[in-house]
């Protein structure tokens, strides 16, 4: 079992800048393919970016150019870097961990953070 703990989000106004945070418990964080989702209400929850072991990064469309996904395995944490925030991007934010045992892949979630952009 791995848990979660996310934080970092809060109320920004448009244009503005927030980092957030996921801290993963276990001793192997290093092997983890680590991602942001974010959901919106009344929407389906949307991959925003993900980084593997090797630091291979992916992005929504969406967020190119504004958001940097990082990864620091000596402090088993996950950052997502916001940027030229806008009010399209509030939603909560779920960090998610993805973890292979053999050829299954285990997804784990943390409980999520509200990210809030102000127009």
């Known amino acids: 079992q791995v848990q979660l703990v996310e934080s970092g989000g809060g109320l920004v106004q448009s244009g503005g800048s927030l980092r957030l945070s996921c801290t993963a418990s276990?001793?192997?964080?290093?092997?983890?393919?680590m991602g942001w989702y974010r959901q919106a209400p009344g929407k389906q929850r949307e991959l925003v970016a993900d980084i593997t072991s090797a630091s291979s990064t992916n992005y929504a469309d969406s967020v190119k150019g504004r958001f940097t996904i990082s990864r620091d395995n000596a402090q088993n944490t996950v950052y997502l870097s916001m940027n030229s925030l806008k009010p399209e991007d509030t939603a909560v934010y779920y960090c998610?961990?993805?973890?292979?045992?053999?050829?299954?892949?285990?997804?784990?979630w943390g409980q999520g953070t509200q990210v809030t952009v102000s127009s």
């Open positions: 276990g001793s192997s964080f290093s092997t983890y393919a």
């Open positions: 998610n961990a993805g973890i292979l045992h053999g050829i299954l892949r285990f997804d784990y």
